[in-house]
């Protein structure tokens, strides 16, 4: 199946993106420049694409960043540190973001005679992102597939980590060779990790956790 694959340069959707390959999926990544704090994400695409064997491209929304206050990530907030479970990492979510990269995933998808569209959304981030929860994701599919109807056969999602934890994505990633040591995953977007947001502790627990050695640099 040919799939148009959301990848922001993180652990989490560049091993769900090797799960869908090595499944027979042909993909084709898509970046989102929605005005993050920092490009350090991003700018691995390239590489990680190069050793995955696909194609991508990364598409400017800027134009939209100063919709979507209110969060860390796209405004001068600082971010929390601690772990996701908590209260403060609500500061950490830009409104409505995988609703309008998995809307742009499927117009591309469409536009490119693909068959669906691939997220990297897990288990473990359902506290605190009501956009990564599976009732979102079962919603958004049909969505997507009234929003295209007579244009397209219906849509499919995957997400091979809906219901997974951070660590279980380690772990395929670990088995499946997938190239984690060039993602990117603090919120800080320094020259290393900062090891003290909510992003790289998760990121730290979940190498802990799978027995996985970490190739991490933390500050």
């Known amino acids: 199946m040919r799939l148009v694959m959301v990848m922001s340069g993180g652990l989490d959707s560049t091993v769900a993106a090797s799960a869908l390959i090595h499944a027979g999926h042909v993909l084709t990544g898509l970046g989102f420049d929605y005005g993050q704090r920092h490009r350090r994400e991003l700018d691995g695409l390239p590489a990680i694409w190069e050793r995955l064997g696909m194609q991508g491209r990364v598409t400017d929304l800027r134009g939209v960043t100063s919709l979507l206050g209110g969060s ?16 403060a990492m609500r500061v950490t979510v830009v409104p409505n973001r995988n609703m309008i990269m998995a809307a742009i995933a499927w117009g591309f998808a469409v536009a490119q005679k693909a068959e669906g569209i691939g997220l990297g959304v897990h288990g473990g981030d359902h506290f605190i992102y009501p956009d990564c929860r599976p009732e979102f994701v079962e919603a958004l599919e049909k969505t997507l597939a009234l929003a295209t109807d007579g244009y397209s056969a219906k849509p499919v999602v995957l997400a091979p980590f809906l219901r997974g934890s951070k660590a279980d994505i380690v772990k395929r990633g670990a088995e499946l060779g997938a190239p984690m040591e060039l993602t990117w995953t603090c919120y800080e977007g320094g020259e290393v990790h900062c090891g003290k947001c909510g992003a790289c ?7 802990q956790l799978a027995g996985v050695p970490d190739p991490t640099v933390y500050h």
Do not use: M, Q
Not at 201 to 207: G, K, L, Q, T, Y
């Open 72 to 87: 860390s990530l796209t405004a001068d907030i600082d971010v929390p540190h601690g772990h996701y479970a908590e209260e």
């Open 201 to 207: 502790v998760e990121r730290r627990e979940a190498f």
